[in-house]
Each structure stands twice: as structure tokens, then as C-alpha cells.
């Protein structure tokens, strides 16, 4: 059992910053490839970003690619999504998700575990 839990998200201004942070209490965690997604109202939850559970491999969504860094601190049980360059496309709830496997998925139903989710509003 993983217990993820979301922190950081806001209301920026178009062009402006976030960083997002995910924390489980387990020890588990750094057993888990880690990703973010993102759901938009009215549309379906869509892959962000993944991060092995080593922290050495990463995969990005097409549409952050270059903007949006993940990354993990596995002695502080933590996963990170820093965005950069927002765009008020980019406005949406995100969740932080675990996956045990080895590798990467961006899958949302290989993920076992997520968190309750982060507003993230961009205005232009």
C-alpha cells in the first residue's frame, strides 16, 4: 500500500512556474515508477510524465516535452513535477500515481496507487 499525497498546485499567469510534489510516508515508494497525469474538465485523464523508480529514466507527453522536468528524491519519499513556460492549456487537476514495476508505463491502469490531485489554472 502506497499513500500518495499532492501538494503545490495554484493559479500562475501564462508563462509562469509550479513546481509540483508528491510524498508517500512508505518506504515503498522507492519501489514504484512514478508519473503524473492530468485531467481537464470534460476531458479524459491524459499521461504526463514518468520516472523509473531508480530516477534514470524519465518519458515525457509530446505536449510538455521541454517544459515540464519530473524527478524523485527517494531518501525524502518524493516525486517532482517542475513546469515551466505554462501554457492555460496546461490548466487541469494532476495527479501523482505509483506503478510497481521496474520500467515505465503510461498506462493509467497499470498504475495501482494515486493521489487525491492538485488544481493546476493558468490564466492568459
Known amino acids: 500500500q502506497v499513500t500518495l499525497v499532492e501538494s503545490g498546485g495554484g493559479l500562475v499567469q501564462a508563462g509562469g512556474s509550479l513546481r509540483l510534489s508528491c510524498a508517500a510516508p512508505?518506504?515503498?515508494?522507492?519501489?514504484?515508477?512514478m508519473g503524473w497525469f492530468r485531467q481537464a474538465p470534460g476531458k479524459e485523464r491524459e499521461f504526463v510524465a514518468v520516472i523509473s523508480w531508480t530516477g534514470e529514466t524519465t518519458h515525457y507527453a509530446s505536449s510538455v516535452m521541454g517544459r515540464f522536468t519530473i524527478s524523485r528524491d527517494n531518501a525524502k519519499n518524493t516525486a517532482y513535477l517542475q513546469m515551466n513556460s505554462l501554457k492555460p492549456e496546461d490548466t487541469a487537476e494532476y495527479y501523482c500515481a505509483a506503478a510497481y514495476t521496474s520500467g515505465l508505463t503510461i498506462l493509467p491502469w497499470e498504475y495501482e496507487f494515486w493521489g487525491q490531485g492538485t488544481q493546476v489554472t493558468i490564466s492568459s
Open positions: 512508505e518506504r515503498a515508494f522507492s519501489e514504484y515508477a
